[in-house]
């Protein structure tokens, strides 16, 4: 499958940065999930778990106080004011 770089960001630094298969999480118009191609566009996000598929198809699951969602060409990115990985 196609692979996109993410980025997950809080006021720690960077969470997360590496490329990913996919991720979902509770955007402000209800649930979505970006894959490699998506049409860029930016929203807020909820709190919510994440659900990330990185690229060797493992699945991580973090939480997040709600934030921004930026996907661009160049990559997705989310900022948050807190981003725990669930263990």
Same mark, same amino acid.
């Given at each position: 499958?196609?692979? =996109?770089p993410?980025?997950?960001?809080?006021?720690? %630094? $960077?969470?997360?940065? &590496?490329?990913?298969?996919?991720v979902?999480?509770?955007?402000?118009? &209800? /649930?979505?999930?970006?894959?490699?191609?998506?049409?860029?566009?930016?929203?807020?996000?909820?709190?919510? /778990?994440? =659900?990330?598929?990185?690229?060797?198809? +493992? +699945?991580? @699951? %973090?939480?997040?106080?709600?934030?921004?969602?930026?996907?661009? $060409?160049?990559?997705?990115? @989310?900022?948050?004011?807190? =981003? @725990?990985? $669930? +263990?």
């Open positions: 499958m196609r692979t =996109f993410l980025t997950v960001s809080s006021p720690d %630094g $960077n969470v997360f940065s &590496g490329d990913v298969i996919s979902a999480l509770r955007g402000a118009a &209800g /649930d979505l999930m970006v894959m490699a191609g998506h049409i860029p566009f930016i929203t807020s996000v909820k709190p919510c /778990d994440v =659900f990330v598929t990185l690229s060797d198809g +493992e +699945e991580r @699951i %973090g939480h997040t106080d709600g934030g921004i969602l930026s996907v661009s $060409n160049e990559g997705t990115t @989310i900022l948050s004011g807190s =981003f @725990i990985w $669930n +263990e």
